[in-house]
């Protein structure tokens, strides 16, 4: 972020924000994560990693609504500079506790089973490959949150309709994750992971109509969460906790392939055909595909 402030060509830019890309979006799909993995288990790591996600969504609509006044007040070179502090301060406060996290596992306390496939064995597994279809499925159905403004505009809602829209539905996603934490903890993450993709493509067909609006964009919202609370639980249910952290990365990794073609599918499908009817629609088919790959990855898991 201080670098960022410091640009002053074109390269500059796409260096510093290569390496943003990089590292500073897996601050919040890893490290997190692992942290929570490591050191509790499966039932509380629902609950828990729920709530650290829907966290997220807050602390980032802190940051939206802060920081564009730090920039219009002071610039936006003093803007980063201050960002980078925040960043700074809250990534010193997580390397505590990758400390406790790091401690050798013979001398854990907390109870904590470390049991499980290594990354290697974890290739060898068919199970591997239906969680990559998953998460990639997934990835690139979320991108329809990038166009959600264009959809809403293009059905007649007003700027202001469409600003409360979106925001509601930011809120939505952050309570969502924290309800599906409980959910996953309570009746597990086979049942609930069916039940929420499930959600995820009822809500893509039912936005194609203007009276479930609102109702849609909740279950859109609740599956759009599935990417950093359904995916993570399924990871260490299927693999277990041995060799987590390089599971989970291996697989978050490809899972960046649906990002990477799906959101400008999104816009493409909108530019050719003018509405976005038939990625609805397309989308609610892979949604069912991933429920079928979801199944069968939890499938005679003891």
Same mark, same amino acid.
């Given at each position: 972020?201080? @670098? @960022?402030?410091? %640009?002053?060509?074109?390269?500059?830019?796409?260096? !510093?924000?290569?390496? *943003?890309?990089?590292?500073?979006?897996?601050?919040? =799909? @890893?490290?997190?994560?692992?942290?929570?993995?490591?050191?509790?288990?499966?039932?509380?790591?629902?609950?828990?990693?729920?709530?650290?996600?829907?966290?997220?969504?807050?602390?980032?609509?802190?940051?939206?609504?802060?920081?564009?006044? !730090?920039?219009?007040?002071?610039?936006?070179?003093? +803007?980063?500079?201050?960002?980078?502090?925040?960043?700074?301060?809250?990534?010193?406060?997580?390397?505590?506790? @990758?400390?406790?996290?790091?401690?050798?596992?013979?001398?854990?306390?907390?109870?904590?089973? $470390? /049991?499980?496939?290594?990354?290697?064995?974890?290739?060898?597994? #068919?199970?591997?490959?239906?969680?990559? !279809?998953?998460?990639?499925? $997934?990835?690139?159905?979320? +991108?329809?949150?990038?166009?959600?403004? %264009?959809?809403?505009?293009?059905?007649?809602?007003?700027?202001?309709? %469409?600003?409360?829209?979106?925001?509601?539905?930011?809120?939505?996603?952050?309570?969502?994750?924290?309800?599906?934490?409980?959910?996953?903890?309570?009746?597990?993450?086979?049942?609930?992971? *069916?039940? =929420? $993709?499930?959600?995820?493509?009822?809500?893509?067909?039912?936005?194609?109509?203007?009276?479930?609006?609102? #109702?849609?964009?909740?279950?859109?919202?609740?599956?759009?969460? $599935?990417?950093?609370?359904?995916?993570?639980?399924?990871?260490?249910? %299927?693999?277990?906790?041995?060799?987590?952290?390089?599971?989970?990365?291996?697989?978050? =990794?490809?899972?960046?392939?649906?990002?990477?073609?799906?959101?400008?599918?999104?816009? =493409?499908?909108?530019?050719?055909?003018?509405?976005? /009817?038939?990625?609805?629609?397309?989308?609610? !088919?892979?949604?069912?595909?991933?429920?079928?790959?979801?199944?069968?990855?939890?499938?005679?898991?003891?």
């Amino acid at each position: 972020m201080v @670098l @960022l402030s410091m %640009v002053t060509s074109l390269w500059m830019l796409y260096a !510093v924000t290569f390496c *943003l890309g990089l590292f500073g979006a897996t601050c919040l =799909t @890893l490290c997190g994560n692992v942290i929570v993995q490591n050191n509790y288990n499966s039932t509380q790591a629902s609950g828990i990693l729920g709530a650290v996600m829907a966290a997220t969504g807050v602390s980032g609509m802190f940051f939206s609504l802060i920081f564009p006044k !730090v920039i219009a007040a002071f610039g936006w070179r003093i +803007g980063f500079r201050v960002m980078g502090i925040c960043w700074l301060t809250l990534l010193w406060l997580g390397t505590l506790l @990758l400390g406790k996290q790091a401690m050798p596992r013979s001398r854990r306390t907390d109870g904590t089973a $470390i /049991t499980g496939m290594t990354r290697s064995e974890a290739l060898r597994s #068919p199970k591997l490959y239906l969680q990559l !279809v998953v998460i990639v499925v $997934i990835s690139a159905c979320c +991108g329809l949150q990038q166009q959600l403004p %264009v959809m809403l505009g293009a059905k007649g809602f007003t700027a202001g309709q %469409v600003s409360v829209m979106i925001s509601a539905t930011t809120v939505f996603l952050a309570l969502g994750k924290f309800g599906q934490g409980l959910l996953y903890g309570k009746i597990g993450v086979e049942k609930g992971g *069916l039940l =929420t $993709i499930a959600a995820f493509a009822v809500g893509c067909l039912g936005i194609m109509t203007q009276i479930l609006i609102w #109702p849609s964009l909740i279950l859109l919202a609740l599956g759009m969460g $599935i990417y950093t609370t359904l995916l993570p639980m399924v990871v260490r249910r %299927v693999f277990g906790s041995r060799e987590y952290a390089s599971i989970w990365s291996l697989i978050a =990794t490809v899972g960046s392939l649906g990002t990477i073609v799906g959101y400008p599918l999104w816009g =493409t499908i909108y530019d050719l055909t003018g509405d976005y /009817t038939l990625g609805l629609v397309g989308a609610a !088919v892979l949604l069912a595909a991933a429920m079928w790959a979801h199944w069968k990855t939890m499938k005679d898991i003891a």
